[in-house]
C-alpha cells in the first residue's frame, strides 16, 4: 500500500506559477513511476504528466507542454510539478498517482485524494 498526498495548490493569477508535491509513505517509492492528473469541474480526468521511477523520462500532456515540468527526489519520496504560465483553463483538482507498469494514463494503482489549483484574476 502506498499513500500520496498532494499540496502546494491555491489561487493564483493568469501568468503565475505554482508548484505542487505529492509525498508517498508505505512501500519503496522509487519502484514506482508517478503521473499527474486533473479534473475541472463537469469534466472528465485528463492526464498531466508522468515521469519514470529513475526521473529519466517525461511525458506531458500538449496542453501543458513547454509551461509545466515534473520532477522528483526518490530520497524524499516526493514528486513535483511545476507550474508556470498559468492560464484560467488550467483550473482544477490535481490528483497524483503511482503505478509500478504505466501507459500515460492507466496502470496506476495508488492515488492521493487531490488538491485544489484556481487560476484567476
Known amino acids: 500500500q502506498v499513500q500520496l498526498v498532494e499540496s502546494g495548490g491555491g489561487l493564483v493569477q493568469p501568468g503565475g506559477s505554482l508548484r505542487l508535491s505529492c509525498a508517498a509513505s508505505?512501500?519503496?517509492?522509487?519502484?514506482?513511476?508517478v503521473g499527474w492528473f486533473r479534473q475541472a469541474p463537469g469534466k472528465e480526468r485528463e492526464f498531466v504528466a508522468n515521469?519514470?521511477?529513475?526521473?529519466?523520462?517525461?511525458n506531458y500532456a500538449d496542453s501543458v507542454k513547454g509551461r509545466f515540468t515534473i520532477s522528483r527526489d526518490n530520497a524524499k519520496n516526493t514528486v513535483y510539478l511545476q507550474m508556470n504560465s498559468l492560464k484560467p483553463e488550467d483550473t482544477a483538482v490535481y490528483y497524483c498517482?503511482?503505478?509500478?507498469?504505466?501507459?500515460?494514463?492507466?496502470?496506476?494503482?495508488?492515488w492521493g485524494q487531490g488538491t485544489q489549483v484556481t487560476v484567476s484574476s
Open positions: 515521469i519514470n521511477r529513475r526521473g529519466s523520462g517525461t
Open positions: 498517482a503511482v503505478g509500478v507498469t504505466i501507459t500515460f494514463s492507466s496502470g496506476y494503482d495508488f
Open positions: 508505505g512501500r519503496t517509492f522509487s519502484s514506482y513511476a
